[in-house]
């Protein structure tokens, strides 16, 4: 279990913006927390260990705020990295999914070769709204016969339901939940 302290803490850092990126949403800033050293270090710390101990291969995070805390749990767990990208990005084969966003729809690539038959895998990102990203992610991963462990993200918002999407992929694991 969390200390309430420490999620406290990063609570107290995460700027609440009224009407970003459009009307009636509150978007949740977590660059002042990404600002705070110790409170980063924490927020990196809260999301990778419930998967200490438990044989994670790789970590998997998509473009572009996934990689800013995959990276950092990735070191954490003595694990390696794995982008997931936007559309173009990767160089050599790669694996594509289109998918729903809140405000539209978007593309992710993975490369074709980039995880192995049964490799253990953590899937990262820094917040999770309806799923549709992560979902993508998700399924990028599952075509290359990596295994997913489990899902780690610094923020969810409970009440777009992107959990109810993410079951079949194993425990998600957010330090920060709003209703």
């Known amino acids: 279990m969390m200390h309430t302290d420490a999620v406290s803490r990063l609570e107290e850092l995460i700027e609440k913006v009224p009407d970003f990126p459009k009307p009636g949403?509150?978007?949740k800033d977590f660059t002042p927390l990404l600002a705070d050293a110790g409170a980063l270090a924490l927020a990196v710390e809260l999301m990778a260990n419930p998967y200490r101990g438990k044989g994670i291969d790789?970590?998997?995070?998509a473009e572009s705020r996934g990689f800013i805390f995959g990276i950092a749990i990735a070191q954490a767990l003595a694990a390696g990295f794995v982008p997931v990208r936007k559309p173009g990005k990767l160089p050599r084969e790669v694996h594509r999914a289109e998918y729903e966003l809140e405000y539209g729809t978007d593309?992710?690539?993975?490369?074709q070769d980039a995880l192995s038959q049964g490799a253990r895998v953590l899937m990262v990102d820094d917040l999770l709204a309806t799923g549709g990203t992560m979902e993508a992610a998700c399924g990028l991963v599952s075509k290359t016969g990596a295994e997913i462990q489990g899902i780690a993200?610094?923020?969810?918002?409970?009440f777009l339901k992107g959990r109810e999407r993410l079951t079949q992929y194993g425990e998600v694991h957010s330090v920060l939940r709003y209703s």
């Open 107 to 111: 593309t992710l690539e993975i490369h």
């Open 153 to 158: 993200l610094l923020i969810e918002l409970d």
């Open 25 to 27: 949403v509150v978007y």
């Open 58 to 61: 790789l970590v998997v995070g």
